[in-house]
């Protein structure tokens, strides 16, 4: 197929039922910036996402989030064997940048100032045959990130 783009990833959507909540816990743990904020909407935005209020970027670096808030949001986990985007992995330029992750999630979480809608802690830091070390954590609305040291050389 000829490539008439090269594709990028520009934002995460991440759909919350505590906006307050949820951009405090990205701002800490991503150590991300807040961009802007909107609370009037298209009306195409309107029909896809009933209910949202406001929505505001954060970015850390070159990833940005789009946390948004839904007055109908049912609080609950989607059905995990259903379709869905199951992780989104960031990659990191250091193993230590994947302890310091994992270190500054339990900060977070033990500090009492977030409400979590899981309990799940941090993964152990797993290294796979290719010396490829990953983590995997849950937000503070229960969506699993992985980050990944990944050597140079490897895929
Ligand atoms: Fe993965």
Redesign the pocket.
């Known amino acids: 197929m000829n490539q008439l783009v090269k594709p990028r990833i520009h934002h995460l959507g991440v759909q919350t039922a505590d906006l307050n909540n949820c951009l405090a816990w990205y701002l800490e743990f991503f150590d991300a910036e807040q961009k802007w904020e909107l609370d009037r909407f298209s009306q195409l935005t309107l029909s896809r996402l009933p209910g949202i209020r406001r929505l505001t970027e954060v970015a850390a670096g070159e990833l940005r989030f789009h946390l948004f808030d839904r007055a109908g949001h049912t609080r609950q986990q989607p059905d995990e064997d259903g379709f869905l985007f199951q992780?989104v992995?960031i990659q990191v330029d250091s193993p230590q940048a994947l302890q310091a992750a994992r270190r500054r999630w339990a900060e977070l979480y033990e500090s009492g100032r977030f409400t979590f809608s899981r309990p799940d802690q941090p993964t152990e830091i797993v290294v796979d045959d290719d010396g490829v070390q990953?983590l995997y954590l849950f937000d503070v609305n229960g969506l699993e990130y992985?980050f990944a040291y990944i050597p140079d050389g490897h895929r």
């Open positions: 992780h992995c990953s992985e």
